[in-house]
């Protein structure tokens, strides 16, 4: 599976933005997806996670009210609706797949697309 994420870029706190992930491959419906971000020289931090009918989701407390994870399994796509965004949002944030529950874990997740940066001026 391949994964490329965009829709990143500037926009100002209370601002919206919406980051689509596409998928390369068959299987794409088989696998939970996340959303993850990382800020230079910090540990990459878990954001949202879909599983894989998109009826399960889960969401990092510092999002949860403010970002909706979704996919589209026709597309081959996931989505990471961003509003009210702040200044502590500022990230690259990155896709990835697991074949397995994936969950919070980066480790269990087994495809990463490259990332989009996502920079939010207050």
């Known amino acids: 599976v391949q994964l490329q994420a965009s829709g990143g870029g500037l926009v100002q706190a209370g601002d919206s933005l919406r980051l689509p992930c596409a998928a390369s491959?068959?299987?794409?419906?088989?696998?939970?997806m996340g959303w993850f971000r990382q800020v230079s020289g910090k540990e990459r931090e878990f954001v949202a996670a879909?599983?894989?009918?998109?009826?399960?989701?889960d969401y990092a407390d510092s999002v949860k009210g403010r970002f909706t994870i979704s996919r589209d399994n026709a597309k081959n796509t996931v989505y990471l609706q961003m509003s009210n965004l702040k200044p502590e949002d500022t990230a690259v944030y990155y896709c990835?797949?697991?074949?397995?529950?994936?969950?919070?874990?980066?480790?269990?997740?087994?495809?990463w697309g490259q990332g989009t940066p996502v920079t939010v001026s207050s």
């Open positions: 990835a797949a697991g074949r397995s529950s994936g969950g919070r874990d980066s480790g269990a997740y087994d495809y």
């Open positions: 491959g068959r299987t794409f419906s088989r696998y939970t």
């Open positions: 879909i599983g894989w009918r998109g009826v399960s989701t």
